[in-house]
């Protein structure tokens, strides 16, 4: 446990200098459930959770010192070698738990952020998952949705014929939805390998992200994400911002919170 925490901790730090930029470079961050009481709805073991208080804490610390973007937005940005002066973060959510639209999403709309959630789409309408019409009002609102397959399965186990399914069959339910395309495709379990990018761009996805930082920004269907640690902290909270900035810096903007 030690090492794994250790291991994030560098992984996020190490985020910016791995993007190869000397500029602020745009940061991904990975959620999933956002609740003191996580379900377990896909895993034998409760959902990768945040605390609503931290998850809170972190939303009103991050709006005034960055702008949020839809992994759509960041991808087209990239696309069209956009630069911003500001941090750039994007948010995302896998699985498609009920409680990103009966906390998470309250507390984005309080502070003017927005973020994408990627559905694990046979568990729309479940007792613990989004609903067809809950996807449809976010959607409304501007939060961004993606594909995380039908059955969140660890893609490369699979044959390229099952693999194909779950993406297109996910990406036309997300998209019966939703009366949009569906472009985004986040890995369960972070599972990719060059088979499993190849599929995703035949099925039509632009873009698609993994669960590890140690990619380039710019390789579009093994995008890097990083975590934020589970506690209340401006220096948790300026390291995931801010990655691999002057311990200095760090310090200084926890410092002015």
């Known amino acids: 446990m030690i090492r794994q925490r250790l291991g994030a901790w560098i992984d996020v730090a190490a985020l910016p200098f791995k993007l190869g930029s000397d500029a602020p470079s745009p940061v991904i961050l990975m959620f999933h459930s956002i609740s003191d009481n996580p379900p ?3 895993r034998s073991v409760p959902a990768p959770t945040h605390r609503l208080s931290v998850f809170h804490d972190f939303v009103q610390w991050l709006a005034p010192r960055a702008r949020t973007v839809t992994i759509e937005q960041l991808v087209r940005e990239i696309q069209a070698g956009t630069r911003n002066d500001a941090p750039t973060l994007a948010l995302t959510f896998d699985d498609g738990y ?3 639209y009966t906390i998470a999403y309250p507390i984005l709309q309080r502070y003017g952020c927005t973020a994408t959630v990627f559905v694990t789409t046979q568990l729309i309408g479940g ?10 009002e976010m959607h409304a609102a501007g939060i961004g949705f993606g594909s995380h397959t039908v059955t969140h399965p660890a893609l490369t186990q699979l044959s390229s014929d099952i693999v194909e399914l779950e993406l297109q069959q996910s990406k036309e339910r997300l998209e019966d939805i939703l009366q949009s395309e569906c472009v985004s495709l986040s890995y369960p379990f972070g599972d990719h390998d ?3 990018e190849a599929l995703a761009r035949n099925a039509g996805y632009h873009c698609a992200l993994s669960a590890a930082v140690i990619h380039r920004l710019d390789e579009l269907f093994r995008m890097p994400r990083a975590q934020l640690r589970d506690w209340s902290s401006s220096v948790n909270f300026a390291i995931a911002l801010h990655g691999a900035q002057s ?3 760090m310090l200084h903007l926890a410092e002015a919170t």
Do not use: F
């Open 247 to 249: 311990w200095r810096r």
């Open 127 to 136: 007792s613990y998952s989004l609903t067809s019409d809950m996807i449809r």
């Open 194 to 196: 060059h088979r499993i």
């Open 98 to 100: 009920r409680d990103n």
């Open 40 to 42: 377990s709805v896909i």
